[in-house]
């Protein structure tokens, strides 16, 4: 008898110990199962929030940049066509400030293209831009780039060469006293070549003209304008991205805060 109970015994207690550790394990993967869909849950709010954050950063500094590049735009080629530099045709002309309708929404495309091209490039090349971060150097940025438009339109030399070194030096040292990067260099040297082909082009079909063209169908300083905007909006780009991230980063910090 000892020897026909025992191994029935061992046989109900091996069962029981298999059925606790089937249910431990059931237990144990539905815990596991739980906790990675919750966190699944959490890792996917929190792309979707950063996502909706910056999606909104980038919608405000692209309409910023565009006010910026129109208004410049109006300003600086009132200026051109006041000195007789630029000419339009007159069908073309509307009333505000005397000039063309597209000039202002395509210069305001244009900077807000360069300026959310340029943080954009800084990023990838790991290069993070710290000279110079504040809104009173962009200003004077702002500044000295209106001087350069302003004596292009102004300054009488003896010959359109002498005023298109002159204005090549004074975007150079724009570029050297406010940017300083060799990102920006590049960009602003790429950005002078494709909007002078812009301009042959549009002034070849007869958009506009220029006076006493010298250099092709433009005038020879105009890349040295094309460079030092691009520098100058690139700036105020670089400054509206980091103001963003600033924002972005308080945010978080008050978020953790509030929730720790």
């Known amino acids: 008898m000892p020897r026909l109970e025992e191994p029935c015994w061992s046989c109900s207690c091996?069962?029981?110990?298999?059925?606790?550790?089937k249910k431990l394990s059931t237990c144990l993967t539905r815990r596991a199962g739980e906790a990675m869909s919750s966190l699944n849950s959490l890792l996917s709010l929190a792309y979707s929030t950063l996502a909706s954050s910056q999606g909104r950063s980038?919608?405000?500094?692209?309409?910023?940049?565009?006010?910026?590049?129109?208004?410049l735009a109006l300003v600086l080629n009132l200026l051109q066509i006041q000195r007789n530099v630029t000419l339009f045709p007159e069908e073309v002309?509307?009333?505000?400030?005397?000039?063309?309708?597209?000039?202002?929404?395509?210069?305001?495309?244009?900077?807000?293209?360069?300026?959310l091209l340029y943080p954009c490039i800084d990023?990838?090349?790991?290069?993070?831009?710290?000279?110079?971060?504040?809104?009173?150097?962009?200003?004077?940025?702002?500044?000295?780039?209106?001087?350069?438009?302003?004596?292009?339109?102004?300054?009488?030399?003896?010959n359109n060469v002498q005023l298109?070194?002159?204005?090549?030096?004074?975007?150079?040292?724009l570029w050297w006293t406010f940017d300083r990067s060799?990102?920006?260099?590049?960009?602003?040297?790429?950005?002078?070549?494709?909007?002078?082909?812009?301009?042959?082009?549009?002034?070849?079909?007869?958009v506009y003209q220029y006076t006493s063209p010298d250099f092709l169908y433009i005038r020879s300083w105009l890349p040295c304008i094309f460079f030092s905007g691009g520098v100058t909006v690139g700036n105020i780009g670089r400054q509206l991205a980091m103001v963003s991230y600033s924002t972005y980063l308080t945010k978080e910090k008050i978020e953790v805060g509030l929730s720790n």
Not at 58 to 71: D, E, P, Y
Not at 164 to 173: D, M, P
């Open 58 to 71: 980038l919608i405000r500094r692209s309409l910023v940049l565009f006010a910026v590049g129109a208004f």
């Open 93 to 115: 002309i509307a009333t505000i400030f005397s000039s063309a309708w597209w000039v202002p929404p395509c210069c305001g495309t244009a900077a807000a293209v360069v300026g």
């Open 164 to 173: 298109s070194l002159t204005l090549a030096a004074l975007s150079l040292g």
């Open 182 to 206: 060799r990102s920006g260099l590049g960009l602003g040297i790429t950005i002078a070549f494709l909007a002078t082909l812009i301009t042959q082009f549009l002034v070849y079909n007869g």
């Open 14 to 21: 091996a069962r029981s110990i298999d059925q606790e550790s």
């Open 123 to 158: 990023s990838h090349l790991g290069e993070p831009h710290k000279f110079k971060r504040e809104w009173a150097s962009v200003m004077r940025c702002i500044a000295v780039f209106v001087g350069i438009n302003h004596a292009s339109a102004k300054l009488d030399f003896a």
